[in-house]
């Protein structure tokens, strides 16, 4: 076991926590020990027997048995000795206070041991006491907080203190056993910074899976005020977040593979990819910082694959307001400007298809049979004994039900025009009054019409017509009187 192996449950595993066993106990003690504790399990007496810091919730007898097995193995013994308390001297008044439920008592004592081999000692209890608080919580409080922040502060003049680490190096030689040699301890030293990151980083990617997101950022920054390296820091953090990674890896490959055999599901397999890639990515962006590399490779490669996939189903199938619409989603994930530009480009490029294939009043797919054609002239030029002009065609792409809206309303426009010369004929004639209220009310009935069947934009919108216009183009076919 290295420390590399520790988790947030590391209290819940440690076998001096779980048998109240003292860090020195033999062999025989702690055979003694243990058989004493579970007779009382098998008894029904699990708990009365507390140890120094007990758990909230009790431990039950394969807990037990599991801290048997971890006190065998000296390295694994050594770690739990680590994270466990020691005696600062052999009449240990702060122990007793503990062992009291008097906490606050201990703590004084330990802040005020005096330096050396009993201070350093004490500064460790502390570390590990703060530590135990800090974990012993299922959701980030504000006194875990502080305990997290003190237990990094306590944890930092342990790693650098060479008499502690000196006391380490003599309790291993004491266990004397062939795995404990100086080397051992030596790297336990070089990995605690480390192991106490990962188990921080581990909390934060767990608080965000379970949706606690204040807890994650709290996670975080309790790592990056640790005094730690910044690098040291990011790996801790990377490595917690490395099955989201993966996911996301592993889920653009698929796509990748599943796009090859049916490129015309492309807009299926894109958005199939970003609806189950956005909680990983989300897992990520709120531990670690905007401008992370794993934020960044994150994101541009889901852009890319999505691309790919969206690519393949419009050159397959034309159907570009489709892919416009995932293309947007995929510019929102990707962070390089390349991967930007690149999606950017094909946004552009499926835009302008779409204008072009897309009715211009409504924006539905447009109907060949149904485009509208307008004819232009400009540049007219009157000479003494001719004239000129230029002329243009424009076609402005249509849907079907545009076109019959469009003829429907030409009908009523013809049938008001009537209407009205219809009733301005009857008020002259001097019709009864009733009669000429009817003709207006259809008047106004007929205008209504022609106002609900009007199209969704002027025809003096769409860009070619707007250009001309502005160039002082008319509609028509010739000047008049040519």
Same mark, same amino acid.
């Given at each position: 076991m290295t420390l590399a192996d520790l988790k947030p449950d590391l209290y819940r595993q440690n076998a001096f926590r779980i048998t109240g066993l003292p860090v020195r106990a033999t062999a025989r003690e702690v055979r003694r020990h243990t058989d004493r504790l579970l007779l009382m399990e098998r008894l029904g007496k699990a708990g009365t027997t507390q140890g120094m810091l007990p758990p909230e919730r009790p431990f039950d007898e394969d807990a037990m048995q599991r801290a048997v097995q971890r006190l065998r193995d000296p390295v694994v013994r050594l770690v739990d000795e680590l994270f466990w308390l020691w005696p600062v001297n052999g009449d240990d008044a702060a122990m007793a206070a503990l062992l009291r439920g008097e906490p606050d008592d201990a703590l004084h004592m330990w802040e005020h041991t005096e330096p050396g081999p009993a201070g350093a000692v004490a500064t460790h209890n502390l570390a590990v006491f703060f530590l135990v608080k800090a974990l012993e919580p299922d959701e980030l409080d504000d006194d875990s907080l502080r305990s997290w922040r003190r237990a990094y502060a306590c944890w930092a003049e342990v790693i650098a203190d060479d008499t502690f680490w000196d006391l380490v190096r003599a309790r291993a030689e004491e266990i004397d056993d062939p795995r404990l040699t100086a080397r051992t301890v030596r790297r336990m030293r070089d990995d605690l910074p480390a192991a106490?990151? $990962?188990? $921080?980083?581990?909390?934060?990617?767990?608080a965000v899976r379970e949706g606690r997101l204040r807890d994650a950022r709290r996670h975080a920054g309790v790592m990056s005020g640790s005094g730690q390296a910044s690098q040291l820091v990011d790996d801790a953090l990377r490595a917690a977040l490395e099955p989201e990674a993966s996911r996301m890896k592993a889920l653009c490959e698929g796509a990748y593979q599943q796009l090859k055999p049916d490129p015309g599901r492309g807009d299926e397999i894109a958005e199939r990819l970003l609806d189950e890639a956005k909680p990983l990515l989300r897992v990520l962006t709120?531990?670690?910082?905007d401008d992370h590399w794993a934020v960044r490779d994150a994101g541009d490669d889901l852009a890319h694959a999505a691309l790919a996939c969206v690519v393949a189903f419009v050159n397959t199938t034309k159907e570009n307001r489709r892919a416009l619409d995932l293309l947007d989603h995929a510019l929102a994930l990707a962070v390089t400007d390349p991967v930007r530009d690149r999606v950017q480009?094909?946004?552009d490029i499926i835009s302008d298809n779409l204008s072009l294939h897309a009715c211009f009043f409504c924006g539905r797919d447009a109907d060949p049979s149904a485009v509208l054609v307008r004819n232009m002239f400009g540049d007219v030029n009157r000479l003494q004994w001719r004239t000129t002009w230029r002329t243009a065609t424009i076609q402005v792409p249509r849907c079907a039900r545009c076109?019959?809206?469009?003829?429907?309303?030409?009908?009523v426009i013809t049938a008001l025009v009537l209407l009205v010369f219809v009733t301005a004929i009857a008020f002259v004639a001097g019709v009864a009054v009733e009669f000429g209220l009817i003709l207006i009310g259809l008047d106004v009935l007929l205008l209504t019409q022609v106002v609900a069947f009007a199209p969704g934009r002027a025809l003096e919108e769409f860009p070619p017509v707007r250009d001309l216009?502005?160039?002082r183009w008319t509609f028509g076919d010739r000047p008049r009187g040519t």
């Open positions: 106490l990151l $990962s188990i $921080s980083a581990q909390l934060a990617a767990r709120e531990v670690l910082p480009e094909n946004i076109k019959g809206r469009a003829a429907r309303r030409q009908i216009l502005l160039k």
